[in-house]
């Protein structure tokens, strides 16, 4: 995993080098699951948004983040 943000939210920055084919995605997926099942969110920014666009992602993130504390105060 890349980063941990609020101790439930893994971002895991994928790239094309890293990333391509069906075997990786297959891998991620899994670890996905594996981690859903331990209670975490995973989200999958592309590396080139995070470098170059990264006011997306923070807002993605900031999202998730408002969305899962407003949740816990319901």
Known sequence: MDFVVDG??????DSKAHHEGWDRQREDRRRDLAAAALGYTTIRPLAEDLFHRPDIVLAAVR???AAHRAARRA
């Open 63 to 65: 999202g998730l983040v």
């Open 8 to 13: 439930w939210l893994i971002v895991e920055c």
